[in-house]
């Protein structure tokens, strides 16, 4: 069983306006609604692969109820604690006619000192039975920002492998637990060493002094330029093939409207 924990998931709605401004009324054209947030993500991908996966972490209201249905129909067990407020929302408008995004991204519900402890319980529990646990994105409001470091040190008398997915705070704490893997992105990466990192033997460097502070792999994703794993005896550097962008604009975006999106703007395209 592989456990990814989502301390703040979301519910996404993506609207599809054209000629999108502030300050105007608009129709929605079009609307999805998906579950969301990193953690969900993780689970997500894991069960397409055929692989058994929990999830865990906080929901509150409706929003939290209608998340945890539409991941139980793909066959993700959950194990949420329940907590005063409302799961956030995030809204999306992607402009189709200008090729551009406005995200409107709400904080979430407060955890309080109460909701923690009874999470602790939920992760614990799944611990017995963990292969590896995946702690990835942001932490919600109240959680202390070494909350990830808590969590990590909790694993170890399970020897149970903990992937670490962050950035700021959350990661320079988690570090200190030294996590399995981490993988934060570029930019998160420079902010944790507080330098600007331009080539690949600038983070090379970075990497391999993560690798001597006790983490196994370090890897950093650095978008178009692939992305570069390092452990104490090996390196690879993972490239990615060039291809001229239909959309780039498709982040958060399940899979299915991605394909809706594409084939709709090859169309628009074809038109021209």
Excluded at 5 to 16: C, S
Excluded at 47 to 66: D, H, P
């Amino acid at each position: 069983m592989i456990t990814s924990v989502a301390l703040n998931p979301a519910l996404d709605k993506i609207y599809f306006v054209d000629n999108f401004e502030p300050g105007k009324m608009f129709r929605v054209q079009d609307m999805v609604k998906s579950a969301g947030g990193k953690g969900v993500n993780v689970a997500r991908v894991v069960r397409m692969m055929g692989e058994s996966v929990r999830l865990i972490g906080f929901k509150g209201g409706e929003a939290g109820n209608w998340l945890e249905s539409e991941i139980k129909k793909i066959g993700i067990c959950t194990g949420f604690v329940e907590v005063s407020g409302e799961t956030r929302t995030n809204n999306n408008i992607i402009d189709r006619a200008r090729d551009n995004e406005t995200e409107v991204l709400e904080p979430g519900p407060f955890i309080s000192g109460e909701d923690m402890e009874r999470f602790m319980t939920v992760y614990k529990e799944a611990l017995a039975d963990s292969k590896v646990v995946v702690l990835s994105g942001g932490l919600p409001q109240g959680v202390p920002a070494n909350y990830y470091k808590t969590l990590i040190e909790e694993a170890k008398p399970f020897d149970v492998p903990v992937i670490l997915d962050t950035g700021g705070e959350a990661l320079s704490e988690g570090i200190k637990a030294k996590p399995h893997v981490i993988k934060p992105n570029l930019r998160e990466l420079s902010n944790l060493v507080k330098k600007e990192l331009r080539d690949t033997e600038e983070i090379l460097e970075v990497l391999g002094k993560i690798n001597d502070e006790g983490i196994d792999i370090a890897m950093v994703s650095m978008g178009d330029k692939g992305a570069i794993l390092s452990m104490k005896d090996s390196c690879i550097r993972v490239k990615v093939p060039h291809i001229d962008a239909v959309n780039t604009i498709a982040r958060e975006m399940p899979w299915w409207q991605v394909l809706q999106w594409d084939l709709q703007k090859r169309n628009r395209l074809k038109s021209v």
